[in-house]
């Protein structure tokens, strides 16, 4: 799975870790978080991410 990293704050989403500390379980694309799933460093909003190319 692709992780994403926010373009304002530079938080990296990493699906193997998930968001657990905002109800997001380990193992969960990015493409499936829910719209209101916001970066939980700065606030941005998911449109506001991008795809890491490893």
């Known amino acids: 799975m692709d992780k994403f990293r926010c373009t304002i704050c530079g938080y990296i989403y990493d699906p193997a870790v998930g ?26 909003d998911v449109t506001l991410f991008e795809r890491i190319v490893e």
Not at 21 to 31: K, M, Q, S, V
């Open 19 to 44: 968001d657990t500390a905002n109800g997001i379980e380990p193992g969960r694309p990015f493409e499936s978080l829910p719209d209101t799933w916001a970066c939980p460093e700065c606030g941005a």
